[in-house]
């Protein structure tokens, strides 16, 4: 009807409709001010919709999947945004917090899921996970992450040098894992996966403080070494069976070429393809929550950034739905 | 909440909803198959949706007319789109008349109104306003146009010279005034505003043939002759005083600096501030409907043609309601 | 001389001197009436041609073949562009049909020779093939179409959901091979390579319905599975020996990251050097016409979408004339 | 030498270097997570000293103020930036206001001079002005500012409706003049120029509240009713004599056309030629700083926003040297 | 036909056809290796040609003249480009001067005219108008150059500071005035308009010196105080009647909000409706030659500066014809 | 601080301070007037500074090598940009010549190295190689160039067909190495790596000729038959062990997808993460300079040109760091 929901989805305020029930709702996070570098991402929830207008569930049948993610089981809905304040971090977190903690304690559409219903999150910057690690956090224990992206984001704060420190800078966008961990939300078997951040210091010690929490690694380049097939191997071998698995797709995995419009570019990322056969190759992972952050439309280029975020989402939605 | 209206306006799906009531409807027809140069404007709807977020019925007092269009006695809604095949321009025309017959049989919100709600449609190429007019004549009688444009519009079909000739492409975005006139729908005293284009073969016959369908001229240089003041006195002495006036915009109107997102570009135009000016002065007008069509994002700048054409909505709404 | 023709190649006005001879003819087809997202592709021709304004003939030789296709046996000439109205599918289609009749009916330059010209087509959007196989049918009987394209484009036009059908809104660019099919103009030995669209419905009733109108398919996806010489051999295996092949190039079988610049982009394509590949190892097929379709100027960045189309162009015209 | 200073003035690092004396330095402050739209005026500083490469001092004259500003009198430096986080807005008012605390308990080097450097600041947003008015009212006594902005940035903080309120997101770039202004900092005699915001609710009280704060406006829509130089002669007979002026100029006020690169666009404003003009009148008062701010260059087009703030800051410098 | 030539005039290649003759020629020229700061000049003719492409003798009736200069009396037609080198700048210059010497030795199609055929270049950088001039001066004697642009153009070679001099960094696009009146191939009436470049040093020597070489200067801000009719009014009364005039129009002397696409942009130039029209007020003046400069499409945007170029050559050509 | 340098590096005035000693040097030569088509590399050096803004020395640790080059034995600065004309490239070749010289001859930082600095130079267009082996060979004698670039740069100067030759169009970016081993600077085992030009006439002549000049010859296409692994392995055979090797890579090696920015693009090349997992497996090669050239940034999209160059300088300082 010319009003951009994600995919044409119906649209409903699910934070203000108390009685709203769902399977699977999409909603933005219009959130960048807990980025390094370059901000933008608040756009990104507006962009990822705008660039999945080519999308309508009565054309919507995953080939990749064998079904069509709109028309299963599952009520799929565009929650729209989470408000949320640019202007002050500490209060950002707790807004965002409060909303998920809001969704997080509805019950899902579909009869005898026990399950509150899951959310695709649209980013917004990175940080936005740690208002919803902790939600989830509160319905499932602890959660293993499997993370996309080129870079760690489990710096500790201290590791950003700078004249002053506060409580409120802590909160940025390559510390909420660091973060996460510390609150003991994370389990022991996190995944990051396309990593090609450069380091702190002189040696390996961002590394070793990674393997203290958690955290398995897996480098952008040894798709160069080991193959496609190879990266999908590892990452089955190391995700545990049965246990809540939250994905976060940082879109700068992916190369500078098929995402330019992102925040904290690193040169030699995945092609786009790589990545969803990835995602598809993970089909039987018990997915409690998802998002892609850090799309930021003023440095994309004919939306090829958004429609990655877009072909994601739709992918991580099958997966859910699958 | 995230998802794009017009102004964070309501939105309803006006032509489903039979029993809807409103006063004034913003609508959008994406629809530019009867282009004769560079199409995109289909994305027009969208784009001005997206270039209106800054604007809030909290904040929308607009200073140049001393009131708040959004707040005033008439509901001002977003109707969506109209549905418009981008293939067949026949069949276009079928699709957007029915719209507009079925908005136009409607009943206005405000009490004691006898007018069907008016809509400010967001084009779309220009020729989208031939359904309306041919709707608002049903209604209305002979309509008035205010047609600002750079260009004369009201070429007959012929003078588009090419090897064979159609019915269908009669139709299109250079003809429609000449066929609204042709079908008896336009007073004797419609006024062109901001005219550069050049003209057919070696005389004046575009001028002449245009006299005899009932318009007034004025060129866009005549501002460097008699001023602003001098372009306000002319269409107020022009435009007749209590009948049916149709204001259309077409933003190439607008000098290209100030509107490069559009598909036939003639430089030397007004500056939106002028324009602006123009369409303020002119409140005691009976506007009975109105435009802002040929925005082409594909062609846009950092969208500064979306915004202007925004604000133009903006001031013709504020004229509808004031 | 500063006056862009393909390439610098002679400039002939083909379709007005009955009389004029050539091997090889690129034409442009600028017409875009038919997508059913973004327009733009009308534009392709010209940009390809000014894409292609670094090859010369006498820097043309092509390593990857041996040859320099502008200095060989063939006479090889820019033959501008096909008239075409962009307001009148259905007349669009007549113009285009007489163009390539007329076309056809020529003599090549290159004595001895029992074929008329063979034609590289510079798309406007995909349903520029209709009439060019429509054509080609009448000089050869049933033609074996290799489809490089991420849709199936063998879409029947109900399955187009819209409020009103018509026969013009037929002519689309995804029902285009479905028309030819239904018409009789293809064989049973046509090839998709490149396809990863979305399918209608909830199973895989698109697909069967290809399989019956004479259709193999190679999912873009089966390059990360089988590699690039098992696409190659695949449809080396499925392409017919000594019949006529028309190879039609639909931009978009190109990942968006090198092809930005199309109507609608699907993530996850093919490089650029992988489908030149692909083409220089099909060099012994009977190729009796050819087309780049489209190439979207409007949405492309740094011409890099226009320079593969005009690198595609010079690989079909190096295969011809080998 | 490659090395991008403002206008290849020699660069120092002012912060640091304590015994450092100058009397007129750059100062850029790349901060940007006070805005409530668009951001990525963090770069404005970046932008502006690219833009300026053109400018040297052996071809500085001035031609519309007859000096060459580099080569008169006082030692013109490029200051480099203040540091300052992106991520928590409370800390970075912290550490904008230590620089200028800083900065302004410097001696000039101009021998005689009692009064310290004087810095012109790229912004950044506008609410970088808060911590500069607060030093400039330690070394000074109450400021009168000439604020050049499309908004009126007196809006007091509750005006910005939201969820929740909290005394960081006070800190804005539309109310920081409300701030200074409740702080004791400003004269009665603060003029806005350029003005064209939407204002709250129904009525004028935007107005009448901006009017308590001692301010006088004028409008963008003045230059066509009293011309460029009634608009001149209203600024100088509202600005006091002898008394501290601080001249800030938000590049929205000039017109989209000139300026896309900002976060806040309206459209409808001064352009830059008229804005330089009106610069250059006001020579003779008394500047004890100024800025330019709002420059985001993820939104500019062909650098022509950072090149108008790149010669507004030219003037600006003219006129204090002068 | 699909050829891009300006405006759709048949194309010659006029440098190489001996016996053609024509009455008033486009050509291209492209070259810009003498530009002191961003390049890509060189493909300004290619730039204008495509934005003409709206441009047709059919509908080319210019409403500003009362004439359609297509089709009077004179033979227009595009001679395609000269032959430039990019590398070699003193060859360059030789081969531009050939090509001019050759062109201006040829008679025109107008039976009774004792001109050579008049010629509108297509720049290129400014320094192309050197080899012009000398060949113009060969047929007509001393010239007076009209000259529209920001800058002077007349800076002795000497004034561009540089670590060595060289005989071939002499001619530049800000020396060749001062070497074409060195050269004693100008007359003493020229006319700078526009200008708003900063000068040398620390006073008015780069106008004196300009003085001493017979220019009148009128800057970009007269505008703002005298209208446009006060400018046109001084030109007119500079302009020596019955003498060969040169119109050279370096589009910098735009504002860069309508040409931002050009090498050396200065803030606060004029409008293009108050160029069109400053140049539709010269009509009744002896033009021996034109020229539109400076165009770089890189740096441009929607065609913006594209277009205006392309508007100007029209209108030069309408008063070549008239 | 604000202003620019590669890396945040200090920087120094190399070519001015005669006593400076250095390790490693980051030195720009802006110049790109010996391009043959699209120009803009002069501004190269300046967007690799801006891309590299993300790089620090304190988080700098490269994860593929295992060190820190920013913290190793070696002092890296950045030496800005060679002064150098656009004007005249013969007396830009003396300018380059005489800076080289003059870098040549100091002495390193490092005590007990024997060597002068080494220097990583940032194009401009490819020619600058030229001036610098001249220099590198006065102090190492015959070198060893590996050489990344889609074009042979082994073209002697006639095989550039023009109208007129001259000594100065000899220099140019097509021909420098023709030339370089024509003045026997060169050893017998030069590499080309990732060609894919076209060549002149209609046989393999083009390769015959750099046969003879001593170089051998990977095409781009090879890593689709032999792999990454493979080209390595070539590479590291062919390259001759301990003698001085010269790493120069024209960004237009990569495919247009990644590097969009450069001047004469060719289509289908190496992906980044290729490039540099290359780079890294020849750590133990005895580098005596290096570069990164063609860096076009008016044709680069969101930085990523730039991006991958500056990650390619970061790559090959760890490299000669090591
Ligand atoms: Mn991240
Ligand atoms: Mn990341
Ligand atoms: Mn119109
Ligand atoms: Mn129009
Ligand atoms: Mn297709
Ligand atoms: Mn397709
Ligand atoms: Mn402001
Ligand atoms: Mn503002
Ligand atoms: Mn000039
Ligand atoms: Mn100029
Ligand atoms: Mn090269
Ligand atoms: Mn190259």
């Known amino acids: 009807s010319g009003i951009n929901t994600y995919a044409h989805l119906p649209h409903d305020r699910c934070l203000i409709d108390k009685n709203l029930t769902f399977d699977v709702g999409i909603i933005g996070i219009p959130y960048d001010s807990s980025v390094s570098y370059r901000p933008g991402a608040r756009f990104g929830p507006q962009a990822i919709r705008a660039a999945s207008q080519r999308q309508f569930s009565y054309r919507g049948f995953n080939f990749r999947a064998g079904i069509n993610p709109y028309q299963q089981w599952a009520k799929v809905i565009d929650c729209g945004d989470v408000p949320v304040t640019p202007m002050d971090s500490s209060l950002a977190l707790k807004m965002m917090t409060a909303a998920f903690d809001n969704l997080l304690s509805r019950e899902s559409a579909y009869e005898g899921s026990s399950m509150p219903p899951r959310l695709v999150s649209l980013g917004g910057d990175h940080s936005i996970i740690l208002p919803i690690i902790r939600n989830l956090y509160k319905v499932y224990g602890p959660i293993t992450v499997l993370h996309f992206d ?135 992972v018990f997915i409690v929550g998802a998002d892609v952050v850090e799309v930021s439309p003023p440095f994309d280029q004919s939306e090829i950034t958004a429609l990655a975020a877009s072909q994601i989402v739709y992918e991580l939605v099958t997966s859910m739905v699958k």
């Open 150 to 284: 080129s870079h760690l984001d489990t710096w500790s704060p201290e590791k950003y040098p700078s004249y002053w420190q506060s409580e409120a800078s802590e909160f940025n966008h390559g510390s909420m894992l660091w973060m996460a961990k510390e609150e003991g939300l994370l389990s022991e078997h996190n995944i990051h996966a396309g990593l090609r951040t450069r380091l702190s210091g002189t040696d390996w010690s961002d590394y070793l403080e990674d393997d203290h929490l958690g955290f398995h690694r897996i480098e952008s380049d040894e798709i160069l070494k080991i193959g496609l097939d190879g990266i999908i191997g590892k990452i089955r071998r190391l995700l545990p069976k049965n246990s809540p698995v939250y994905i976060s797709v940082d879109i700068d995995v992916l190369d500078p070429s098929a995402a330019p419009g992102t925040g904290t570019v690193e040169v030699g990322g995945w092609l786009t393809r790589e990545l969803v056969y990835i995602l598809r190759s993970l089909e039987d």
